[in-house]
């Protein structure tokens, strides 16, 4: 039985999983050629289309519950927005790149300070916690919102943001472009961010 983009992408936004992989296979063509035209001869060699359409599914996969069909055509639109997004954040912190603070170097160990750190660099979590009991509160609650994340995710971010790993050997390790790893990390940040949501609020409290 034959079945819609429209039926697919009313059941994908519902939560039926083969339905959002249908729908991603039949979009692969068009998001491949369209990508093609979007990464800059300059970034090329440090940017790999492959690395965009695989962060781009990841995050289909885990925003398609938010989307909101607005007919045909709009499925479409949102994947290149995910795709667009995603290279402007790579090509943004490649621009910026600055070579890792000596205050962490590779090979320290982890430590809760790691995690205040972490904490500090997420998109709206600017406080710190200040005591020792908050410090440790913190490590845990980051520790169990990392175990959510979708692995590649949580790997990037052990090995960027907790253990202070440059891009290059992060990329070495991961097996992916440099320009990945920015997005990889962009993406990580945006979600550990939501999966803490409130639950920081103690921090500004102290103990």
């Given at each position: ?70 007919g045909s055509g709009s499925f479409k639109a949102w994947l290149r927005r995910i795709a ?109 961010a939501e999966l803490l949501g409130g639950s920081t609020n103690f921090f500004s409290k102290?103990?």
């Open positions: 039985m034959l079945v819609s983009q429209d039926e697919l992408t009313t059941a994908a936004v519902s939560g039926d999983v083969e339905a959002l992989t249908q729908l991603l296979h039949h979009h692969d063509p068009d998001l491949r050629g369209w990508l093609r035209g979007r990464i800059g001869v300059r970034y090329r060699s440090i940017l790999d289309a492959e690395d965009v359409l695989q962060v781009t599914y990841v995050e289909a996969y885990l925003r398609i519950g938010q989307f909101e069909p607005r667009a997004n995603n290279i402007a954040d790579a090509i943004k912190t490649l621009n910026r790149q600055k070579r890792p603070s000596p205050a962490r170097r590779v090979g320290d160990a982890v430590t809760d300070e790691s995690y205040v750190t972490l904490l500090a660099s997420l998109p709206g979590h600017g406080t710190s916690p200040t005591s020792g009991a908050a410090r440790s509160e913190a490590s845990d609650l980051i520790e169990k919102a990392l175990r959510k994340l979708p692995p590649d995710y949580e790997k990037v971010i052990r090995l960027c943001d907790l253990e202070g790993r440059p891009a290059d050997n992060v990329a070495d390790q991961m097996e992916r472009s440099r320009g990945a790893i920015h997005m990889l990390k962009a993406r990580a940040h945006d979600r550990l102290g103990t």
